[in-house]
């Protein structure tokens, strides 16, 4: 009877771990499909860096405008050049172990011959003593928002000087019309004197 009872508990208990043990592979495989629709439903580009800033996976949006990023450093990547720079997010990143961001113009041309620009931010991934163990690259294409920027800038140069020009000739207008109305009533009082001299008239007339 003891051993009957001993073995129920048995199988019980493999069935209660068993179920146990389902329940948490079914929430880690929820929880990596989560990650995995996350990370591949970002339209922005998404980078894993090592410690030695190369690159160990991207995701599809990366892949598609980098498609031999893997073993690249961000440099070369972004900027395509074999220097680093010293402004931007992923070495600030990497000196503050902070979260950093900065605005890249890169040396990556498109169709139009037009530098493209991208909003990158830099995140840390910290290994179990805290030390930073690699960066995971976040970059937005904003080149249409900076062109726009820049088309507005321009614009508003533009009304700027026009607004000046504006006032200038105003004031100009101002100081030519007591002027003009000064030399008609000379001329006038000229005519009813009967002063005739003709240099005079034409001193007149060329103002």
């Not at 208990?13 to 990596?32: D, G, M, P, V």
């Not at 970002?42 to 160990?56: E, N, W």
């Not at 010293?86 to 503050?96: G, L, M, N, R, V």
């Not at 937005?140 to 508003?156: A, G, M, P």
Request: net charge negative; proline share 1%.
């Amino acid at each position: 009877m003891g051993r009957r009872c001993s073995i129920t508990v048995a199988r019980e208990r493999n069935a209660l771990e068993s179920q146990e043990k389902n329940e948490i592979l079914e929430a880690l495989f929820e929880s990596e499909a989560q990650k995995r629709a996350i990370v591949e439903g970002f339209s922005g580009i998404l980078i894993l860096f090592d410690s030695q800033m190369k690159a160990k996976w991207v995701n599809k949006a990366a892949n598609k405008r980098y498609s031999d990023a893997i073993g690249k450093s961000c440099h070369e990547i972004f900027c395509s050049q074999s220097e680093k720079c010293t402004a931007c997010a992923f070495q600030k990143c990497i000196q503050s172990g902070k979260i950093e961001s900065s605005i890249q113009r890169t040396g990556v041309f498109g169709v139009d011959e037009d530098e493209i620009v991208f909003d990158i931010t830099a995140s840390p991934v910290n290994d179990q003593y805290g030390k930073v163990s690699g960066i995971i690259g976040i970059a937005q294409n904003v080149t249409e928002q900076y062109r726009l920027e820049k088309q507005l800038r321009h614009t508003q140069k533009m009304e700027a000087i026009g607004t000046l020009a504006g006032g200038v000739a105003h004031d100009f207008n101002n100081l030519l019309t007591p002027i003009m109305g000064y030399t008609e009533l000379i001329r006038l009082k000229m005519k009813q004197d009967g002063f005739s001299d003709k240099a005079v008239y034409d001193y007149l007339e060329e103002i």
